[in-house]
């Protein structure tokens, strides 16, 4: 079993920046590639971004390109979602997901 925990949201203005954390702990989790979703009210889950176990790959939604960066800490177990130029449309829960499990997400609120 994994468990993961979201940290790092909050409320941040237009062209703003966050990082949001995803700390993992159990069975063998820096061997697994990590993935975000987002979920704003109303809407459906979104993927965000992904990274495979060695932080070499990653992926990103057309969204977020340029403006997110994922990375990865195996050494804490801990992946990253660096975001920059914020804009209210990023507004929502994130959640990280690895091997079929979920964080209980962090809310990201963009507003002025």
């Known amino acids: 079993q994994v468990q993961l925990v979201e940290s790092g949201g909050g409320l941040v203005q237009p062209g703003g920046s966050l990082r949001l954390s995803c700390a993992m702990s159990?069975?063998?989790?820096?061997?697994?590639?990590v993935r975000w979703f987002r979920q704003a009210p109303g809407q459906v889950r979104e993927f965000v971004t992904s990274?495979?176990?060695?932080?070499?790959?990653?992926s990103y939604a057309d969204s977020v390109k340029g403006r997110f960066t994922i990375s990865r800490d195996n050494g804490k177990n801990t992946v990253y979602l660096q975001m920059n130029s914020l804009k209210p449309e990023d507004t929502a829960v994130y959640y990280c997901?690895?091997?079929?499990?979920w964080g209980q997400g962090t809310q990201v609120t963009v507003s002025s």
């Open positions: 990274i495979d176990w060695s932080g070499a790959i990653t």
């Open positions: 159990g069975r063998t989790s820096s061997t697994y590639a």
């Open positions: 997901t690895t091997a079929s499990y």
